[in-house]
């Protein structure tokens, strides 16, 4: 929008919703197809889930809308924005245990990143 020369809020804010609603389909089309919601309501029988990342709030709980609508497989969310950090700082897992009431080694935490995730996480004992 900027580079047209065409920014608003209310153009950002309509862009922004067009782009959630496809990612939203994308993503129930995804869930059913690999059965993530099997495998998320298996897991949350026998332990407890919990989200921690560095995306925006709102754009996660669009993405939990989908694989989580009734708050039925994960405990809580911690994001970036509430964190103060990006993962892999070691405050965010630091946040996020205390919230668990959890000693570092007895948590098993799953990330799709490297660094960020299973290095920032390691690092903190998990």
Known sequence: LELKNNFSARASIELTDRYEAQMCK???KEAK???RLVLL???SSQYRLALVTNETLR???K???VIDPKGDYFEFMLTSEEA???K???KIFQDALKRLKLKP???LFVGDHPEKDMLGAKKQGM
């Open 59 to 61: 754009t996660q709980l």
């Open 41 to 43: 309501k298996k897991l």
């Open 26 to 28: 994308h993503m129930a």
């Open 63 to 65: 993405k939990l809308s």
């Open 84 to 86: 103060g950090v990006e």
């Open 88 to 90: 892999p700082h070691k």
């Open 33 to 35: 197809a690999l059965k």
């Open 105 to 107: 080694s007895e948590v």
